[in-house]
């Protein structure tokens, strides 16, 4: 009926060519999620130091924050601007603060904590 036509790059907008199983792969790989897996980091982040992502894909971060007591504010950084701010009042009992974050490639990313607060849990899909 028809011949089907290949089209090997990225950045076309044809609507009547067909992607070819190369680019289909390229375009798969830098889906979110795929081939990613979640990794425990937690021993290896501090409160208010500054990592980067390096990976060449989005990552997601999920991180729990505790304190025994007090007022805790949490904040994140992504590029040096804030994203995120929490504040929860313990009031002398165990409180918890969980933060989900995409984080862009290339991007920097920083969490800062008030008072006695620390990490308990910090997990990357990356």
Do not use: H, M
């Not at 929860?88 to 920083?110: E, F, K, L, M």
């Amino acid at each position: 009926i028809g011949a089907v036509q290949l089209n090997n790059t990225l950045t076309s907008v044809s609507t009547a060519q067909a992607v070819t199983a190369a680019q289909a792969k390229v375009l798969g790989d830098r889906d979110f999620g795929f081939g990613q897996a979640w990794q425990d980091v937690t021993s290896s982040r501090a409160v208010g130091a500054i990592y980067v992502n390096n990976t060449g894909r989005p990552i997601q971060l999920l991180i729990s924050c505790s304190d025994t007591a007090g007022q805790v504010d949490v904040e994140f950084y992504v590029d040096g601007s804030s994203i995120l701010t929490q504040r929860y009042d313990v009031s002398g009992s165990y409180g918890t603060a969980n933060i989900s974050v995409i984080i862009p490639s290339g991007s920097t990313y920083r969490l800062t904590l008030s008072g006695g607060a620390a990490i308990v849990k910090w997990s990357e899909l990356r």
